[in-house]
Nanobody, 121 residues
Framework: QVQLVESGGGLVQAGGSLRLSCAAP????????MGWYRQSPGKQRELVAT???????EYADSVKGRFTVSRGNAKNTVYLEMNSLTPEDTAVYYC???????????????WGQGTQVTVSS
């Protein structure tokens, strides 16, 4: 069973910053599109940001210019730097690793256990 281990959530005031980290097994990390999703009460899980093995990134419109996703290849870790946080960013944040679009084998899709981010006003 593949484990994605998240850390870095917590409570922060509006306007503050947090950095989330997610460590993955090396053989999965090097091949995967790594990403962050979030889910707040009563809402569906939504994309926050993704980064491919080559560094290509994608962001939700709501976080563009405030959040930055990056890969630490030496540590098999993906990061989410979150700045200018607002109460609307409050959610459980989930790390994800999935097979790239051009993957020629059986697709894979792994999730972390989630980490709570709470932004107070």
């Amino acid at each position: 069973q593949v484990q994605l281990v998240e850390s870095g959530g917590g409570l922060v005031q509006a306007g503050g910053s947090l950095r989330l980290s997610c460590a993955a097994p090396g053989n999965i990390f090097s091949l995967s599109v790594m990403g962050w999703y979030r889910q707040s009460p009563g809402k569906q899980r939504e994309l926050v940001a993704t980064i491919g093995s080559g560094g290509r990134t994608e962001y939700a419109d709501s976080v563009k210019g405030r959040f930055t996703v990056s890969r630490g290849n030496a540590k098999n870790t993906v990061y989410l730097e979150m700045n200018s946080l607002t109460p609307e960013d409050t959610a459980v944040y989930y790390c994800n690793a999935h097979s790239p679009p051009d993957w020629g084998f059986r697709p894979f899709d792994y999730w972390g256990q989630g980490t709570q981010v709470t932004v107070s006003s």
